[in-house]
């Protein structure tokens, strides 16, 4: 399996762009993160999905930013109008899975790093 | 509130050294402690996940362990390439796996 696919690798905006990102998770894999971090915050959860549902976000920052998921093998996080502080790398990652159980291992695309202007 | 500090912030070792990183925790209910190891401009990695304490895993020159209150995570004889960001992160009982609450990281960094 090729891992969790993230695009763009690198994306340098002007503030008050609309940026997408984009994931693909692993084949089979049934729920899908989006994490940001900051040499700041570290590692933080923005949003989750169960089966193509967002389930929790609670960690999304803020109504500029939304995610979806239109099905099983894409997600995108959008941040609209982006702003300097949006400046950081978001990470997609999928969860393990062991026969039907969900294994409780994240794995990690290798990141889209954001700079907002 | 869950929280998770780690520590030391940084760590410069010689090949060979071996030394250990700590990771302690407060969660209200453990599910689970994981260690993933994060190289520059890549994501973070999975090694080791924990469920309770005097539980230990080894790989490779990583052992990792738990007690109710910490973790550490033991190199052993470390070798250059196992320089990088190591990260510790919890998983409390009350949320959906995959929900972690992570630590800021040790970054490691092994000389020849």
């Known amino acids: 399996d090729a891992g969790v696919i993230q695009s763009p690798r690198h994306e340098v905006t002007e503030m008050g762009q609309e940026v997408t990102l984009r994931c693909k998770p692993i084949?089979?894999?049934?729920?899908l993160f989006w994490y940001r971090q900051t040499m700041m915050r570290g590692l933080e959860l923005l949003i989750y999905?169960?089966?193509?549902?967002?389930?929790?976000d609670s960690g999304m920052p803020e109504d500029r930013f939304s995610a979806k998921m239109p099905n099983a093998s894409f997600s995108t996080l959008k941040i609209q109008p982006s702003e300097p502080r949006d400046s950081a790398v978001y990470f997609c990652?999928?969860?393990?899975?062991?026969?039907?159980?969900?294994?409780?291992?994240?794995?990690f695309g290798e990141g889209s790093r954001l700079t907002v202007l | 509130e869950d929280q998770v500090t780690q520590s030391p912030e940084a760590l410069r070792l010689q090949e060979g050294e071996s030394s250990s990183l700590n990771c302690s925790y407060t969660v209200s209910g453990l599910r689970g402690l994981f260690w993933y190891r994060q190289d520059p401009g890549k994501g973070p990695e999975f090694l080791f996940t924990l469920y309770s304490a005097g539980e230990e895993k080894e790989k490779e020159r990583l052992k990792a362990t738990l007690t109710k209150k910490e973790s550490f995570l033991h190199i052993t004889a470390p070798k250059p390439e196992d320089s990088a960001t190591y990260l510790c992160?919890?998983?409390?009982?009350?949320?959906?796996?995959?929900?972690?609450?992570f630590g800021a990281g040790t970054q490691v960094v092994v000389t020849p």
């Open positions: 992160a919890v998983q409390p009982h009350t949320d959906s796996w995959g929900k972690l609450q």
């Open positions: 084949s089979g894999h049934n729920s």
């Open positions: 999905f169960n089966n193509n549902v967002p389930i929790d």
């Open positions: 990652a999928s969860i393990g899975r062991r026969g039907e159980v969900d294994t409780g291992e994240l794995f």
